[in-house]
């Protein structure tokens, strides 16, 4: 380096003028191509990565839509599944019910069929009407005379009204073949086996629901049955019954926090005073210095009275 007239030192390359603009203009210009060149590497690579950015987000979107569309082809399996077992409980039903069906067709159905139809055979339809007119005629002759408006009371040796019904088809089965309560008379069987004499209850229910005798009905004796606990139980008690229910459920604990006793009389009616539970010793007042015992009261050490006194 050399300086300047002035005394600063010069820049190399500064002193020839044209050649030093040459120069920095070239250097400019590598900078700004270099710059260039470092920009496009970094947009090159940016859009790289922006593709790949494309890329992976599609892939994910795919193989999330395979997977829901996965689970939903799995779902659509499942509801076949389900389906085809729910169709196939519903076949097994059906022929269950089908052979239940024909069980009972040729067990109780036929048998009373052909039992009506034996009986309907056995008479011509001419003999079946003519019974009926001739119920009809007995009917109407009671009827028109002047008695048969007040006839409260029938006779069955004049005319019997139902003398008809007694004529009806009738056919007597044995309830105990119907598979349909194959189930009940399995059940009473085993009560049966355990109690014989259940058979007669069983056989006096059969018309009918069970129902309480008319012998339980008596104020004392329905009382000691369910229906009586449950009568009970739904009736409206009585003014004694709730009185005596207030006394067993009353409380005697103040439920007011903001109304709060206070005062001396309510602290010595929760903490009373502590009580006293041995009596004081005369003789002990008397050597601490208090009263003196009275006069009547004797020491049990002193002479008795005698005619020296």
Known sequence: TRRSPKGKTARPGAGGGAGGSVSADARSK?????????RAEEQEAARLALKEKIVARKRAKDLEFE???RNLVDGHELTNRVTAMLDMFEAQDKARAEERFNDWEAEVFMPIAKGISKKLTAKSHSEIVKERNADYEKFLAQTNNTAGLFLDIVHTEDYDPFEGARRVVKVKTDPRKDPIKRVITKTEDEKCMIDPSVRKSLAAMRGGRETLDVKMWHTGKIESTPHGHFAA???????????????MTASRIPLDHYNIARGAEALLSEYPAGKRTVGQIRERIIADGGKPPPATARSTHAPPPGPES
Request: glycine letters at 0%; charged letters at 35%; aromatic letters at 8%.
């Open 233 to 247: 139980m739904m009736q409206d008690p009585t003014p004694a019954e709730v009185e005596k229910a207030a006394k």
């Open 67 to 69: 997977t829901m569309y």
């Open 30 to 38: 590598d900078r700004h191509r270099k710059f260039l060149a470092k």
